[in-house]
Protein backbone atom coordinates (compact mmCIF):
# COMPACT_ATOMS: atom_id res chain seq x y z
CA UNK A 1 0.00 0.00 0.00
CA UNK A 2 1.32 3.25 -1.01
CA UNK A 3 2.46 5.40 2.02
CA UNK A 4 0.25 8.41 1.82
CA UNK A 5 -2.91 6.54 2.35
CA UNK A 6 -1.68 4.66 5.49
CA UNK A 7 -0.15 8.20 6.76
CA UNK A 8 -3.33 9.72 5.94
CA UNK A 9 -5.79 7.60 7.86
CA UNK A 10 -3.48 7.71 10.84
CA UNK A 11 -3.21 11.48 11.16
CA UNK A 12 -7.54 11.11 10.83
CA UNK A 13 -7.33 8.18 13.57
CA UNK A 14 -5.40 11.18 15.44
CA UNK A 15 -7.31 13.58 14.56
CA UNK A 16 -10.27 11.85 16.00
CA UNK A 17 -8.94 10.69 19.18
CA UNK A 18 -8.01 14.00 20.11
CA UNK A 19 -11.24 15.52 18.98
CA UNK A 20 -12.80 12.94 21.61
CA UNK A 21 -10.45 13.77 24.21
CA UNK A 22 -11.61 16.98 24.63
CA UNK A 23 -14.28 16.30 26.63
CA UNK A 24 -11.98 13.86 28.92
CA UNK A 25 -9.95 16.86 29.86
CA UNK A 26 -12.33 19.23 31.29
CA UNK A 27 -13.84 15.93 33.28
CA UNK A 28 -10.61 15.32 34.46
CA UNK A 29 -9.59 19.08 35.35
CA UNK A 30 -13.08 19.61 37.25
CA UNK A 31 -12.27 16.17 39.36
CA UNK A 32 -8.90 17.44 40.03
CA UNK A 33 -10.18 20.98 41.20
CA UNK A 34 -13.01 19.04 43.62
CA UNK A 35 -10.36 16.66 45.05
CA UNK A 36 -8.13 19.88 45.82
CA UNK A 37 -11.18 21.79 47.18
CA UNK A 38 -11.96 19.12 49.53
CA UNK A 39 -8.28 18.97 51.00
CA UNK A 40 -8.55 23.03 50.96
CA UNK A 41 -5.85 22.39 48.66
CA UNK A 42 -6.58 25.56 46.63
CA UNK A 43 -3.02 27.44 46.72
CA UNK A 44 -1.44 26.94 43.15
CA UNK A 45 -4.54 24.80 41.99
CA UNK A 46 -4.94 27.06 38.85
CA UNK A 47 -1.01 25.42 37.70
CA UNK A 48 -1.18 21.85 39.58
CA UNK A 49 -4.30 21.16 37.76
CA UNK A 50 -3.79 22.17 33.90
CA UNK A 51 -0.51 21.11 34.19
CA UNK A 52 -1.26 17.44 35.31
CA UNK A 53 -4.27 17.13 32.79
CA UNK A 54 -2.10 18.50 29.70
CA UNK A 55 1.03 16.24 31.14
CA UNK A 56 -1.45 13.22 31.02
CA UNK A 57 -3.01 14.26 28.08
CA UNK A 58 -0.05 14.50 26.08
CA UNK A 59 1.44 11.26 27.57
CA UNK A 60 -1.72 9.65 26.58
CA UNK A 61 -1.43 11.34 22.41
CA UNK A 62 2.11 10.18 22.31
CA UNK A 63 1.31 6.40 23.31
CA UNK A 64 -2.25 6.51 20.73
CA UNK A 65 0.44 8.04 17.93
CA UNK A 66 2.58 4.91 18.33
CA UNK A 67 -0.19 2.36 17.90
CA UNK A 68 -0.98 3.70 15.06
CA UNK A 69 0.72 2.76 11.71
CA UNK A 70 2.92 5.84 9.84
CA UNK A 71 5.21 5.15 7.31
CA UNK A 72 8.09 7.44 6.78
CA UNK A 73 10.76 5.41 4.70
CA UNK A 74 10.13 8.59 1.46
CA UNK A 75 9.14 11.03 4.04
CA UNK A 76 11.02 14.41 3.74
CA UNK A 77 13.60 15.55 6.88
CA UNK A 78 14.78 19.14 7.23
CA UNK A 79 16.37 20.70 9.92
CA UNK A 80 15.81 17.28 11.96
CA UNK A 81 11.96 17.37 11.79
CA UNK A 82 9.76 15.02 9.85
CA UNK A 83 7.57 16.27 8.11
CA UNK A 84 5.15 14.15 9.49
CA UNK A 85 5.78 15.97 12.36
CA UNK A 86 4.80 19.10 10.53
CA UNK A 87 1.50 17.38 9.92
CA UNK A 88 0.73 16.47 13.41
CA UNK A 89 1.32 19.84 15.04
CA UNK A 90 -1.04 21.57 13.51
CA UNK A 91 -4.03 19.07 14.64
CA UNK A 92 -3.02 20.59 18.51
CA UNK A 93 -4.08 24.18 17.23
CA UNK A 94 -6.09 25.97 19.39
CA UNK A 95 -6.45 22.75 21.67
CA UNK A 96 -4.70 24.40 24.80
CA UNK A 97 -6.55 27.99 24.43
CA UNK A 98 -9.93 25.87 24.03
CA UNK A 99 -9.07 24.46 27.29
CA UNK A 100 -7.58 26.73 29.51
CA UNK A 101 -10.62 29.11 28.49
CA UNK A 102 -12.60 25.85 30.36
CA UNK A 103 -10.46 25.92 33.32
CA UNK A 104 -10.54 30.07 33.58
CA UNK A 105 -14.10 29.88 32.99
CA UNK A 106 -14.23 26.93 36.13
CA UNK A 107 -12.26 28.98 38.73
CA UNK A 108 -14.43 32.34 37.99
CA UNK A 109 -17.57 30.74 38.52
CA UNK A 110 -16.34 28.43 41.66
CA UNK A 111 -18.01 29.78 44.93
CA UNK A 112 -15.50 27.19 46.57
CA UNK A 113 -12.83 29.60 44.99
CA UNK A 114 -14.29 33.20 45.62
CA UNK A 115 -12.63 34.02 49.21
CA UNK A 116 -9.19 33.01 47.41
CA UNK A 117 -8.43 35.88 44.48
CA UNK A 118 -5.69 34.12 43.26
CA UNK A 119 -6.73 30.91 42.05
CA UNK A 120 -10.95 32.49 41.60
CA UNK A 121 -9.57 34.93 39.01
CA UNK A 122 -6.43 34.00 37.54
CA UNK A 123 -4.07 37.25 36.48
CA UNK A 124 -2.65 37.50 33.17
CA UNK A 125 0.95 36.93 35.14
CA UNK A 126 -0.46 33.77 36.82
CA UNK A 127 -1.80 32.32 33.14
CA UNK A 128 1.37 33.27 31.76
CA UNK A 129 3.72 31.41 34.05
CA UNK A 130 1.07 28.47 33.58
CA UNK A 131 1.67 29.17 29.86
CA UNK A 132 5.21 28.46 30.13
CA UNK A 133 5.12 25.03 31.71
CA UNK A 134 2.39 24.32 29.23
CA UNK A 135 5.71 25.07 26.60
CA UNK A 136 7.86 22.82 27.99
CA UNK A 137 4.90 20.09 28.24
CA UNK A 138 4.15 20.81 24.58
CA UNK A 139 8.52 21.34 23.39
CA UNK A 140 8.36 17.61 25.12
CA UNK A 141 5.42 15.72 23.59
CA UNK A 142 6.70 17.16 19.52
CA UNK A 143 10.10 15.97 19.97
CA UNK A 144 8.85 13.01 21.39
CA UNK A 145 6.72 12.63 17.97
CA UNK A 146 9.51 13.54 15.80
CA UNK A 147 11.70 11.34 17.50
CA UNK A 148 8.94 8.56 16.55
CA UNK A 149 8.68 9.70 13.24
CA UNK A 150 12.16 9.92 12.54
CA UNK A 151 12.17 6.40 13.21
CA UNK A 152 9.35 5.08 11.55
CA UNK A 153 10.34 2.79 8.71
Not at 97 to 125: G, W
Amino acid sequence: MPLEPINSQSFKQFHDYLAQHKSRMKSDYQQLLAQDLSKQHWDGCFQRNVLAVLAETYTQALNFLHSLPFQSGATAVDRGMSALTRRLLPIFDGFVDEFLLFAVDKHRTSCALSNFPDEHKPSDDYVNQVKRDIAALWRDFALNANGYFLECP
